[in-house]
């Protein structure tokens, strides 16, 4: 499921934390997450928020459309954007107090 976040949503990831549609809320890890990590995580069913660093869009993504989203975007996930015109993504694992994983992708360009 491909969901857009509401406005509300774009406050609440710069004071570390995002809500999903299914109510639950999940906290910013310490530092960023490697390709390999997402892997595992959007594997074992974890979601993926798109945000968009340049605007105020917010995508959620679940589901088959996680791991679809996640297919797309993965070539381009680095730990350093080196900002050369086309969207560059960070990673980071992003955690529910009963451990459920979000991961969150912040693009630049």
Do not use: F, N
């Amino acid at each position: 499921m491909r969901t857009d976040l509401p406005d509300s949503a774009w406050e609440s990831v710069q004071q570390g934390h995002v809500t999903g549609p299914d109510s639950v809320i999940y906290r910013r890890g310490r530092t960023r997450a490697k390709r390999r990590d997402c892997d595992r995580y959007v594997e074992s069913g974890a979601p993926i928020v798109l945000y968009y660093a340049g605007g105020l869009q917010m995508e959620w993504h679940d589901g088959p459309d996680a791991r679809e989203a996640w297919r797309q975007v993965r070539p381009a996930v680095t730990v350093d954007p080196q900002l050369r015109g086309d969207v560059e993504w960070t990673a980071g694992v992003w955690s529910s107090e009963d451990g459920r994983r979000l991961v969150l992708l912040t693009g630049h360009c």
